[in-house]
């Protein structure tokens, strides 16, 4: 390796990094010379400490080693906070040494960033540390060397890195969280459009990542962090919300807390009383789902009683329901059926004094340091072994599984819409007729259940009996449903299928399923098309062997000449466009042969310049700003379910003699449509001079406001849509419910960021809930 450099860097994507200049590297160097005897080297005495009260026995010879490793290599690089970015895997250090992981684990999360962001290699990290620290560094770095179409494609495949590496090895996540966290305590750094990037990461994979492995600590925190950055107005309403019933809510708690005590002592019950009021981005989704007022959240107020043992439990759960009336519908038992994620608790959600109700969960204290960490409360390490339990192998059992499907899927963004797909919050327990418990998610259908039990009986499903009787397909289950599925030999997978199954399982096996059955096909058609376009322009079949069509297949980034046929099948490719590349001896031949004579090429010659003309009306019209990448030919169109306007990101699929259809990433039908990832085809928003001509794109949008009904909020809204130079198409007022108005406006929007602006707004504006777009016009 070069000698070290303070300062020196290699190019890396490290948002939170600050970009390197020659006096902030001499600053920085000078306060790395004191970091020993300074503030931070007295944090790190404290984080060996922190270790020794939790693990007395472990060896803190490698954290020390590592701690020196990183000073060394870390040494003249600072934090976009100005602070020294040593500070960063100290932090994370500090997180996992709470989670009271082993000295390996804490050795890689100091040195989680060292091969990312500085000179040292994987292999260096090998030699000093051994391979378990290798291992596990290796997999929370991120893929820097390949090149990617875009961003979303790195995403998936930095996630993906580290599912396969967290298989082996749980603590590569458990790093990954602890580093996420503290980048989401200091995000306020970044630029704002960093801060939602990272946000949104978040909520879509971390936070969910960590309720799947039972972290509900880690996932509150993550999930309130990132609701900041995603949705700052209704983040600030309800906090402000929140504030408000506080005090009061606190009163009414710690009440309800001395009632609950006094009833435990009189019955000699052992436990501790402890309360806490709902975290706000959990109030902002119940308020979401249901369309309800902050005072009508059931849990928003919420008591735990934490006991010595489990049959203690559900003795609790009576003396509540004896103290306040339980709300029907409103009891949950998590212990005798616990969650996927194997949280278990007794729910009861009660009617208090002056109406307030409030929510009462019970469990023991080995229930509640699952409930609260997760998979971490049970990961031990004996002498450099990583030992799993039964149970962490149940909790791990669906990313093992994933991992399984992604041998199937190579398209890096159908895995990552799976994988967000798989960390679904919610599911319902159904039964085999002979009693055998089923997980699927909420509003799972008998095709859901069938793919739960068995790939080979969701394909041969052909009818199903809920709770003895027969049933639609497409019916939606209910916890405690008895389901019996009608199988046939022979039966095949419905493409509709995929317009209602919720589960992962089931969605990929029927996109698998469905891909290589349309594949088969498109080769053969392709492979039709060719021969038929060779033989009417006489090229020699000798041309179409599997050599010069594995060529030409290399020239359009295909891999094998069956891909080419592929291509040529589904549309992306014409026959005649690739015959030319395999013949180009016989392009005049080609060209001229279109007709017999003079006439036919006049008619062939007028026949394109129409077709020329029509796609530059297309272009003029309505989607002059689009264009697939590396083809300038081709019919594109904005699809009507979403509506895609300029700055959104986006995603092209090849339709069938229609062109290609142009979707929003956001879509809901994309994910249906890309179990064919053949015909996915990438597209960008062209660059136009349209505004340099005063001739501004603007496409017609319609935004849904709920809001309260009162005097002049219709003027209101409109003065802030036309201010911003907008013209309103069309707008419609209906009630809603719980006395609150609806309000729908179709308005031109030149971009995402115009529209935006836009709701950002309204959403400013006294008495409004929530703005949403709709996908259709």
Not at 142 to 167: C, S
Not at 186 to 193: A, N, S, V
Request: hydrophobic share 40%.
């Amino acid at each position: 390796m070069a000698p070290h450099r303070p300062g020196s860097l290699t190019p890396t994507t490290n948002p939170f990094l600050a970009d390197q200049v020659p006096d902030q590297a001499a600053v920085a160097t000078s306060v790395a010379t004191s970091i020993k005897d300074g503030p931070i080297g007295q944090r790190f005495e404290g984080l060996l400490q922190t270790i020794r009260d939790n693990r007395p026995s472990e060896d803190l010879a490698p954290i020390r080693k590592a701690w020196e490793f990183c000073i060394k290599y870390h040494e003249g690089q600072l934090r976009a906070s100005g602070e020294p970015y040593i500070i960063h895997p100290l932090e994370v250090a500090e997180v996992l040494a709470e989670m009271e992981l082993d000295a390996t684990a804490i050795a890689a999360g100091l040195l989680h960033d060292a091969v990312e962001d500085t000179p040292v290699t994987s292999e260096e990290i090998n030699t000093a540390f051994g391979d378990q620290v290798a291992h596990i560094v290796d997999g929370v770095t991120k893929i820097d060397k390949i090149q990617f179409a875009n961003r979303e494609d790195r995403q998936a495949e930095n996630v993906r890195k580290m599912l396969l590496a967290m298989v082996s090895d749980v603590r590569v996540v458990l790093i990954k969280l602890a580093d996420r966290l503290h980048n989401m305590r200091t995000l306020q750094h970044l630029k704002p459009e960093r801060q939602e990037a990272i946000a949104r990461e978040t909520l879509d994979i971390y936070a969910p990542l960590a309720h799947r492995l039972g972290m509900g600590k880690v996932r509150g925190e993550l999930e309130d962090l990132a609701f900041r950055y995603t949705d700052p107005v209704n983040y600030q309403k309800v906090s402000e919300a929140v504030e408000a019933r506080r005090i009061e809510g606190e009163q009414f708690l710690a009440s309800v807390e001395d009632a609950i005590v006094e009833q435990l002592r009189e019955h000699n019950i052992q436990a501790r009383v402890e309360w806490r009021i709902k975290r706000l981005y959990s109030i902002w989704q119940k308020l979401q789902k249901s369309q309800v007022s902050v005072d009508q959240v059931f849990d928003l107020l919420a008591i735990r009683i934490i006991t010595q043992d489990k049959s203690d439990c559900y003795g609790v759960l009576g003396l509540i329901h004896m103290l306040w009336r339980p709300v029907p519908g409103r009891v949950k038992d998590f212990i005798a059926i616990p969650r996927t994620n194997l949280y278990q608790s007794l729910h009861t959600t009660v009617m208090g004094e002056g109406g307030h109700q409030f929510e009462v969960q019970i469990r023991t204290e080995e229930m509640h340091r699952i409930a609260e960490e997760g998979i971490a409360a049970h990961w031990k390490y004996k002498s450099g072994e990583s030992v799993i339990s039964a149970r962490d192998e149940q909790r791990l059992a669906w990313v093992r599984q994933l991992v399984d499907w992604q041998r199937e899927m190579t398209d890096p963004n159908e895995f990552l819409s799976s994988l967000k797909m798989d960390l679904y919050p919610e599911e319902i327990y159904a039964f085999t007729p002979k009693g055998k418990v089923v997980i699927v998610p909420a509003d799972g259908t008998p095709i859901d259940f069938a793919y739960t039990v068995h790939t080979e009986v969701g394909h041969a499903c052909v009818g199903a009996k809920v709770n003895g009787r027969m049933v639609p397909l497409r019916t939606k289950l209910r916890n405690g449903d008895i389901v019996e599925i009608i199988t046939q030999n022979g039966h095949t997978p419905s493409r509709d299928w995929l317009t209602f199954v919720k589960s992962p399982r089931a969605r990929n096996k029927i996109k698998h399923w469905l891909n290589e059955n349309q594949r088969l096909r498109a080769i053969e058609v392709g492979r039709k098309l060719l021969e038929r376009e060779a033989r009417k322009f006489k090229v020699p079949m000798s041309r179409l062997d599997d050599t010069d069509m594995a060529r030409v297949a290399g020239d359009y980034g295909l891999a094998t000449a069956t891909d080419l046929m592929a291509t040529i099948g589904f549309g992306k490719h014409s026959a005649r466009q690739v015959l030319n590349k395999l013949a180009p001896g016989f392009a005049g031949t080609v060209q001229g042969a279109a007709g017999s004579g003079e006439a036919d090429a006049g008619e062939a010659k007028s026949a394109e310049a129409a077709m020329s003309d029509a796609v530059k009306k297309l272009h003029l019209t309505g989607s002059d700003s689009l264009q697939v990448e590396g083809q300038n030919d081709l019919l594109v169109y904005r699809a009507r379910c979403c509506n895609p306007i300029r700055g959104e990101e986006i995603i092209g699929y090849v339709t069938r003699g229609k062109g290609v259809a142009v979707h929003a990433r956001s879509c809901p039908n994309v994910t249906n449509l890309l179990y064919e990832s053949d015909r996915r085809i990438e597209v960008e928003w062209a660059k136009t001079d349209a505004e340099a001509s005063g001739k501004v794109q603007r496409y017609p949008v319609k935004i849904t406001i709920y809001c309260d009904d009162r005097s002049g909020m219709l003027k209101e809204m409109t003065a802030i849509i036309s201010n911003d130079d907008t013209n309103i198409r069309a707008v419609d007022t209906c009630d809603g419910e719980n006395g609150e108005a609806i309000v729908e406006f179709v308005v031109d929007a030149e971009d995402l960021r115009h529209l935006n602006r836009m709701v950002l707004g309204l959403r400013r504006l006294p008495g409004v809930r929530e703005v949403q777009r709709s996908q259709k016009v």
